[in-house]
Nanobody, 120 residues
Framework: QVQLVESGGGLVQVGGSLKLSCVSS????????MGWYRQAPGKQRELVAG???????NYADSVKGRFTISRDHTKNTMFLQMNRLKPEDTAVYYC??????????????WGQGTQVTVSS
């Protein structure tokens, strides 16, 4: 079973930056797509950014040019660099992965979430 642990959230002022990390632990698997979602109070969870095994990236329009997703394949770790933060970026950010076990079984996992609060 793959476990995900996010870190790096916190309180930041408008225009500031934060870098989120997501570490995957476990054994006998290969990670394919990794991504970040967020959920603000009273709103649905939305995709922020995703990255494939071939480092193809996609972003929500609302974060393009401000956020950068990356991954360290050797450490099964993913990052989200968030710059020029806005109050509307305030949300709980979740890490998610889709992968394949060595037996060929596909799986998906979610982290517990990390709070990002942008104060004006």
């Amino acid at each position: 079973q793959v476990q995900l642990v996010e870190s790096g959230g916190g309180l930041v002022q408008v225009g500031g930056s934060l870098k989120l990390s997501c570490v995957s632990s476990g054994s006998d698997f290969r990670l394919n797509v990794m991504g970040w979602y967020r959920q603000a109070p009273g709103k649905q969870r939305e995709l922020v950014a995703g990255i494939t095994n071939g480092d193809i990236r996609n972003y929500a329009d609302s974060v393009k040019g401000r956020f950068t997703i990356s991954r360290d394949h050797t450490k099964n770790t993913m990052f989200l660099q968030m710059n020029r933060l806005k109050p509307e970026d305030t949300a709980v950010y979740y890490c998610t992965v889709e992968g394949t076990t060595t037996r060929g079984l596909r799986f998906s996992s979610w982290g517990q979430g990390t709070q990002v609060t942008v104060s004006s």
